[in-house]
């Protein structure tokens, strides 16, 4: 497994400490480059800042756009509404707030919600 972060410079899970994007290495197509040549994963998923946060297009294309034979999936924030724009630039998505009993990340499954994307992601393929 081989989790590398792309962040705004700070990560919440340590505190708010200085990541490895707070100096001057942040070109995102550059890390996705050297991640696809160096590590051959078999995915790459990209994110927004915390769960249920719509990953953001420009990123989720930078990235696309910069590997060649990984497949890359938008991460977090993925919802019915905004599926079809996200997987008109993503592979795919790992969804999981958008689920939950008013998309709250703590609450059980939605089976009303599952099927409200289902249904939109279908659209969104074709």
């Not at 590398?4 to 100096?23: E, K, M, R, V, W």
């Not at 050297?34 to 297009?57: K, M, Y």
């Given at each position: 497994l081989i989790h590398i972060?792309?962040?705004n410079g700070s990560l919440l899970s340590t505190g708010g400490f200085p990541s490895h994007t707070a100096g001057e290495i942040t070109d995102i197509a550059a890390i996705?480059?050297?991640?696809?040549?160096?590590a051959?994963?078999?995915?790459?998923?990209?994110?927004?800042?915390?769960a249920g946060a719509e990953t953001d297009a420009g990123t989720?294309?930078?990235v696309k756009g910069a590997v060649q034979r990984t497949p890359v999936f938008a991460?977090?924030?993925?919802?019915?509404d905004n599926v079809a724009a996200q997987l008109a630039i993503a592979d795919g998505a790992i969804?999981?707030?958008?689920?939950k009993v008013d998309g709250y990340i703590w609450s059980?499954?939605?089976q009303?919600?599952?099927a409200e994307f289902m249904q939109a992601a279908r659209a969104a393929r074709g």
């Amino acid at each position: 497994l081989i989790h590398i972060i792309f962040d705004n410079g700070s990560l919440l899970s340590t505190g708010g400490f200085p990541s490895h994007t707070a100096g001057e290495i942040t070109d995102i197509a550059a890390i996705a480059r050297s991640t696809e040549f160096n590590a051959q994963p078999d995915a790459l998923c990209v994110s927004g800042l915390i769960a249920g946060a719509e990953t953001d297009a420009g990123t989720l294309a930078a990235v696309k756009g910069a590997v060649q034979r990984t497949p890359v999936f938008a991460n977090t924030g993925v919802r019915a509404d905004n599926v079809a724009a996200q997987l008109a630039i993503a592979d795919g998505a790992i969804v999981g707030t958008t689920f939950k009993v008013d998309g709250y990340i703590w609450s059980d499954v939605d089976q009303r919600r599952v099927a409200e994307f289902m249904q939109a992601a279908r659209a969104a393929r074709g």
